[in-house]
């Protein structure tokens, strides 16, 4: 329903109990930053379900060219929440701490840090100019914008 016309394009095959599948994400807000200016694509991939429930965040380049980002010691899973020109990607991964963010760039990840005891929320924007723009909670659970520039990262 609704939609703008086009070319439908699968990034992976539909999943089955020996397969892996893959999806973007699915905010609360509705505010999606998944797909970038030059057709790169922010998502996850899913294991088969057969090998457990740990979706790892994946990228996607224009001509379909999946790049999976392995899980960091600690991390239950992970997703790439935003992306921007050049491959580079924001990944919120959940942890028995609770989730972090980092920025995903040629393949090396980078923490985006907050303050002690602030949580991350949602990612809303990755600007081709290397801004991050997204929500976090302080301590006392207020929600506050942030803004991290990655430029030159």
């Known amino acids: ?14 999943g089955t109990a020996e397969t892996a599948w893959g999806s973007l994400g699915c905010p609360s807000n509705g ?13 996850v991939l899913h294991p088969p379900s057969s090998a457990g429930s740990a979706g790892q965040a994946a990228y996607w380049d224009a001509n379909g060219v999946r790049t999976l980002v392995p899980l960091e010691a600690g991390e239950q899973s992970s997703a790439g929440v935003a992306v921007a020109t ?4 924001v990944i919120r991964a959940e942890t028995a701490a609770g989730p972090t963010l980092s920025l995903w760039r040629n393949g090396t990840r980078t923490p985006l ?6 949580t991350p929320g949602q ?7 290397g801004l991050v723009l997204g929500m976090a ?17």
Do not use: C, K, Y
């Open 113 to 118: 840090t907050l303050p002690a005891g602030w």
């Open 86 to 89: 050049r491959g580079r990607m």
């Open 123 to 129: 990612v809303t924007e990755f600007t081709d100019t």
């Open 1 to 14: 329903m609704g939609g703008v016309p086009g070319q439908d394009i699968r990034l992976e095959p539909d």
């Open 137 to 153: 909670s302080d301590p006392a659970g207020t929600s506050r914008p942030v803004v991290w520039n990655v430029a030159g990262r």
């Open 31 to 43: 505010v999606f930053d998944n797909l970038a200016v030059d057709g790169g694509v922010a998502g």
